[in-house]
């Protein structure tokens, strides 16, 4: 199952890398594209970021191996200043009931959606056994209280009566300059 997901985000960053992979790339690609291209090395400023992550399926099969735990490492040069937008009135409960993108950002609150509506989506590929079919998902992120971030994905188009899927991310500062910390 191949997952496309492409998010953009209000960033700030005082260097930047235009673009960077990684992830275990034999199962799973990630590419990064920050605009404008030229940033200030004095000063920190706002970009359009947009993280693009395929995932292979497992030879012989039309599904990717499952994950438990997703973790994205940023450069250090790159600060997100999420405390600068409001935060989303429900909580994960709330917006998973959201029948709808319009229902999850009316619940949320004006404001606290993160990515932009045009090109944040995911297709999800479903094995059927002898073949698969895709279902299209609109993702939309919304800042969280506590540096959270929801990342609401609705299936859309003939699959729109399928429930929402709210995953919960959190953005963390690495204690040990490692990767990884928990």
Same mark, same amino acid.
């Given at each position: %199952? /191949?997952?496309?997901?492409?998010?953009?985000?209000?960033?700030? %960053?005082?260097?930047?890398?235009?673009?960077?992979?990684?992830?275990?790339?034999?199962?799973?690609?990630?590419?990064?594209?920050?605009?404008?291209?030229?940033?200030?090395?004095?000063?920190?400023?706002?970009?359009?970021?947009?993280?693009?992550?395929?995932?292979?399926?497992?030879?012989?099969?039309?599904?990717?191996?499952?994950?438990? /735990?997703?973790?994205?490492?940023?450069?250090?040069?790159?600060? =997100?200043?999420?405390?600068? =937008?409001?935060?989303?009135?429900?909580?994960?409960?709330?917006?998973?009931?959201?029948?709808?993108?319009?229902?999850?950002?009316?619940?949320?609150?004006?404001?606290?959606?993160?990515?932009?509506?045009?090109?944040? =989506?995911?297709?999800?590929?479903?094995?059927?056994?002898?073949? =698969?079919?895709?279902?299209?998902?609109? #993702? #939309?992120?919304?800042?969280?209280?506590?540096?959270?971030?929801?990342?609401?994905?609705?299936?859309?188009?003939?699959?729109?009566?399928?429930?929402?899927?709210?995953?919960?991310?959190?953005?963390?500062?690495?204690?040990?300059?490692?990767?990884?910390? /928990?």
């Amino acid at each position: %199952m /191949r997952k496309y997901l492409i998010l953009a985000l209000a960033a700030v %960053m005082a260097i930047g890398a235009v673009s960077f992979a990684g992830a275990g790339e034999e199962i799973q690609t990630q590419e990064v594209k920050i605009s404008p291209k030229k940033i200030s090395k004095k000063k920190f400023q706002n970009v359009k970021y947009v993280n693009t992550i395929l995932t292979k399926d497992v030879p012989g099969t039309n599904q990717p191996p499952k994950a438990v /735990r997703t973790v994205v490492d940023y450069p250090k040069n790159m600060k =997100f200043n999420n405390a600068k =937008f409001p935060t989303c009135k429900t909580n994960q409960d709330g917006l998973t009931a959201a029948p709808t993108v319009e229902a999850a950002k009316a619940a949320c609150g004006k404001g606290t959606n993160v990515s932009e509506d045009k090109g944040s =989506f995911a297709t999800i590929k479903v094995d059927t056994g002898a073949s =698969f079919f895709e279902v299209p998902v609109q #993702v #939309v992120a919304f800042n969280g209280k506590n540096n959270v971030l929801y990342l609401y994905s609705k299936p859309t188009g003939d699959f729109a009566g399928i429930p929402a899927t709210v995953l919960v991310g959190k953005l963390k500062k690495s204690k040990s300059g490692k990767k990884y910390d /928990r």
